[in-house]
């Protein structure tokens, strides 16, 4: 694969003039960039409703009925860890402590996934390389979903707007054979000095981690609760499917939308925007009034600031976006924000219509 590279030089004074602003507003309220405090609370929040669940469907002796609804709050936790704690802390920005960013960064493994390959699909690829196909596997060879303009139309995509968000609820369950499958593509962009090669030291983590998950997930439950495999697999999918449903979806809204741009490099790998601009123009929010929900799926509302400042803690989001809107306008550029969640859903849907017919 090509190297991608930003060319348009002169658009470079936006981001300058932007992180300019941004570092002048950490530095009069005296504030570090990384979460802190506000952070280990939602941590012991989210993975509570994770873990409790667990035990409770484990030793608690519930009817069915009970312990469904105990698997739904589990499937919400997952998907609130990865978006308020496991994010985060990859991205570096849980807590200026690297040990600290490592320990909830490691909670990853619990839902079923893996550090190191997060953070190189999502940190290096996604955060590089925005809704550029092949090279951003968000919007990158999805099973019967059609996410990008440069991708190959078929005759079923005309419907995908129907059952895409059945396919968005498989998300956490693609870790148990996705982080295997990555290996032979991370080689590939190796090859071409996009990012480094799987290492054996990452390998043998990997397939250590997928066995730990499996005795937690499956062995422990099975035994102690005298279950059948059939048992087992419909609660772990409802578990799986309304993390996955919330996830997808929530990661889908920043991107895929009526506004947020889909480039194509020319035959020299070649995108005629600066980088900072490219993330501007290939995102979008859609915070609204709701400061509960926007706690919850950690800032992610703000994804036009995440991509911009990636170093920066979620919790300065809210914040941050007037600088960063009166900061585009300033220079011409459009700020897409949806104002709502529900907006935003009304435009990605627009998008997978249009997506699958055009």
Request: glycine share 8%; proline share 2%; charged share 15%.
């Amino acid at each position: 694969m090509q190297k991608i590279k930003f060319i348009n030089k002169t658009q470079a004074t936006f981001f300058t003039s932007l992180r300019a602003r941004v570092d002048e507003y950490f530095q009069q309220n005296n504030l570090p960039k990384s979460g802190g405090n506000n952070l280990i609370i939602k941590a012991i929040v989210m993975l509570s409703l994770y873990f409790i669940p667990y035990f409770f469907v484990i030793f608690g002796g519930f009817s069915t009925l009970t312990n469904i609804g105990l698997l739904v709050l589990m499937g919400i936790g997952i998907a609130g860890t990865g978006m308020g704690v496991m994010h985060d802390a990859i991205h570096g920005t849980f807590s200026d402590k690297k040990w600290v960013n490592k320990l909830f960064g490691g909670s990853i493994y619990f839902l079923g996934g893996n550090a190191y390959n997060w953070e190189m699909q999502h940190n290096t690829l996604h955060h590089t390389y925005t809704n550029i196909l092949d090279m951003d596997e968000d919007i990158t060879g999805k099973f019967m979903l059609r996410l990008n303009v440069a991708a190959k139309k078929k005759f079923f995509h005309r419907f995908q707007h129907i059952y895409a968000f059945f396919l968005y609820s498989l998300m956490t369950l693609s870790f148990l054979w996705k982080d295997f499958k990555e290996i032979g593509l991370f080689n590939k962009l190796a090859k071409d000095g996009i990012m480094k090669p799987f290492s054996s030291k990452e390998l043998t983590i990997l397939i250590t981690t997928k066995l730990l998950y499996v005795v937690f997930i499956m062995v422990v439950p099975m035994l102690l609760m005298d279950i059948t495999f059939g048992q087992w697999i419909v609660g772990f999918l409802i578990m799986h499917c309304v993390a996955g449903l919330i996830l997808s979806t929530i990661f889908q809204l920043a991107h895929v939308v009526e506004g947020a741009i889909q480039p194509i490099p020319d035959e020299n790998g070649c995108v005629e925007n600066a980088w900072a601009v490219h993330q501007l123009k290939t995102t979008s929010n859609f915070f609204g009034k709701n400061k509960l929900f926007s706690w919850y799926i950690g800032g992610l509302d703000f994804q036009i600031e995440h991509h911009l400042f990636p170093k920066i803690s979620h919790v300065y989001y809210r914040d941050l976006s007037k600088i960063v809107a009166d900061t585009a306008k300033e220079f011409g550029l459009y700020y897409n924000s949806k104002g709502g969640f529900f907006p935003a859903l009304g435009s990605h849907i627009n998008m997978l219509r249009q997506l699958g017919v055009s």
